[in-house]
């Protein structure tokens, strides 16, 4: 292990510590025991009501009773489907105070799609929106589901919100029929009445807890099984890389709960430590930008086209964003330009910190390395977290290869997942022993460690564009384009080609007030070429009012590449 980063040098700089003690116990333990010692805190808001930490345990507790009337043992599974809101919140950590496992489900995905998760994890229950009834009813019949438990966002409004959304919102959910075979979410917390015997269920660290769903290192969609350990010990290392972080503080939860970085990062995080979520349901960059400055946010955490879409809000211009304590992007590679404009946009806004980059994959929950305050290196991602250890091999090996190199992208620690749902061939090919003794999660992520153990994320493996038999990194050339004063935004795709093997396009989204014609593609080419080798120049640029997002914000640049094969298809034709 020459090259791996053993002991974080920056503990001495800015006191954070290479080790952690870790809590024992399940996640609903973490939070219970974060509660007793501030009971009246504030937990969460959402849309302008606020419960304590105090109400937050009473709830779940009753939603856990809950579910243990209605036949949920340990070990069962339970799919949630949810945005952002407090049933959600409750049923998350009822299902691990019962000893189930959480399947967390985007509540937008097709029909195919959910009926797909819920037999890939075999739930038996799934809570949802009364809008997404129709949809589950209609592929209940192909799966194992017993119960169907809806929620209403109404419930959890204050009386005034609440009159507005009906008046709104709300006439245009299609009604349940009364004799619908489900069971409303305030019915079921009623049931909690029935439940007269032990409904807590002791649950150790290693447990599995929770399945979240990824593409993972092969493209194919897989359950990712993680554990209270995992969760718990995130939570314990995003406070300690965090130091200026105080109970109170507020986390602007616009993530989504079905997704590691939502989940990880800004709800459990802060719930096990005592900070206070700003739970954030349906995510728009206006709504984002109105409870930055109504709540006064601490901290937020997104995806770069995030940071992107707030730089375009005319509502932001005189923000005061005194408040931040610290802004962090993953989830996607965040361009150096971009960086530099919103870090500027942070300083003109009163804030007195910059962005601060981190990596991770959802096989170790979400972020597992992390730019340390003050000391951003250019183009890096940070350094690991504590009691997390990274290495750079030779793709497809066990290799380390020198610092300055090329290769895969390799970690362990305690966040790291305990595997593929019953996918043990892939488990295998990801988790592997290396001659350390330790187990390695491969991500299928290029990179290079310098060193002083920063690291820089290259792209994937399988997104690099081979043209001519040269390697092409897209965030290399998206960089590029990113940095010139027409473009704000761009994303890079491999086209395949009889000779090339792949040609390079482009595609630009271009800042207010600059024609998309032939001269100012000509310039972005002629750009290009002073800074982009012969072979990996983009062919062409096509312009974009907005380029696709993924349902959690990151460019969908599958969708392009998509879209350029459907054309190629229809000219053949």
């Known amino acids: 292990m020459e090259n791996a980063v053993k002991t974080p040098w920056y503990k001495f700089l800015n006191g954070v510590p290479a080790h952690l003690d870790y809590f024992q116990g399940s996640m609903f333990d973490k939070v219970s025991w974060i509660a007793e010692k501030y009971p009246d805190n504030i937990a969460f808001d959402f849309m302008g009501k606020s419960t304590s930490y105090k109400k937050f345990i009473k709830k779940t507790e009753m939603c856990a009773k809950a579910l243990k009337t209605i036949g949920i043992r340990e070990g069962d599974c339970v799919t949630i489907a949810m945005p952002n809101c407090p049933q959600a919140i409750y049923m998350f950590y009822a299902v691990n105070l019962v000893g189930g496992i959480a399947s967390m489900v985007h509540p937008l995905s097709s029909e195919k799609e959910i009926e797909f998760y819920l037999n890939e994890s075999k739930s038996i229950t799934i809570i949802t929106l009364d809008q997404f009834y129709g949809k589950v009813e209609r592929i209940r019949k192909n799966t194992s589901v017993v119960n169907v438990i809806i929620a209403k966002i109404k419930d959890e409004l204050a009386q005034p919100l609440k009159t507005g959304f009906m008046l709104t919102e709300g006439r245009k959910i299609a009604r349940i029929p009364d004799d619908a075979p489900v069971i409303m979410w305030n019915d079921f917390m009623k049931l909690s009445k029935c439940c007269f015997y032990n409904y807590k269920?002791?649950?150790?660290?290693?447990?599995?807890a929770v399945i979240l769903y990824s593409g993972g290192t092969t493209g194919t969609t897989k359950g990712i099984v993680l554990t209270n350990a995992n969760f718990n010990a995130l939570s314990q290392q995003i406070i300690a890389t965090n130091p200026m972080f105080a109970p109170g503080d507020k986390m602007l939860a616009a993530m989504p709960v079905f997704h590691g970085f939502g989940l990880g990062v800004c709800i459990h995080s802060m719930l096990a430590s005592g900070g206070r979520c700003v739970l954030v349901p349906r995510f728009t960059a206006k709504s984002y930008s109105k409870l930055i400055t109504k709540y006064k946010c601490n901290f937020m955490a997104g995806v770069p086209t995030l940071y992107e879409a707030l730089l375009r809000l005319p509502n932001m211009k005189k923000a005061d964003l005194s408040h931040l304590k610290g802004v962090f992007s993953g989830g996607d590679s965040l361009s150096i330009e971009l960086k530099k404009r919103f870090d500027a946009f942070l300083k003109e806004h009163k804030a007195t910190i910059q962005v601060r980059e981190g990596y991770?994959?959802?096989?170790?929950?979400?972020?597992?390395?992390?730019?340390?305050?003050?000391?951003?290196?250019?183009?890096?991602?940070?350094?690991?977290?504590?009691?997390?250890?990274?290495?750079?091999?030779?793709?497809?090996?066990?290799?380390?290869?020198?610092?300055?190199?090329?290769?895969?992208?390799?970690?362990?620690?305690?966040?790291?997942?305990?595997?593929?749902?019953?996918?043990?061939e892939e488990t295998a090919n990801t988790l592997r022993k290396h001659a350390d003794g330790r187990i390695w999660l491969h991500t299928g992520d290029l990179g290079t460690m310098d060193e002083d153990g920063y690291i820089y994320f290259k792209g994937r493996i399988k997104r690099m564009i081979i043209t001519s038999g040269y390697n092409v990194y897209p965030a290399q050339l998206e960089n590029i384009l990113d940095a010139h004063d027409f473009v704000h935004m761009s994303c890079i795709i491999g086209v395949p080609d009889p000779y090339k093997i792949q040609k390079v396009k482009a595609f630009v989204m271009l800042k207010p007030g600059v024609a998309p014609n032939d001269e100012t593609k000509q310039t972005l080419l002629d750009y290009c070429r002073k800074y982009i080798a012969k072979y990996a120049m983009p062919y062409d640029i096509e312009f974009r009012d907005e380029l696709p997002k993924t349902l959690v914000g990151k460019v969908a640049y599958r969708v392009l590449e998509e879209e350029e094969a459907k054309k190629r298809e229809e000219q053949k034709g």
């Not at 269920?201 to 599995?208: I, L, N, T, W």
């Not at 170790?364 to 250019?378: I, M, R, Y």
């Open 201 to 208: 269920v002791e649950r150790k660290s290693e447990d599995p």
């Open 360 to 424: 991770g994959t959802t096989e170790c929950v979400t972020a597992s390395c992390l730019t340390p305050t003050g000391l951003a290196k250019e183009g890096s991602i940070g350094i690991p977290f504590p009691d997390t250890y990274y290495k750079i091999v030779k793709p497809g090996t066990i290799d380390e290869v020198p610092y300055g190199e090329e290769g895969e992208i390799t970690l362990s620690g305690p966040t790291v997942m305990a595997c593929y749902y019953n996918k043990p």
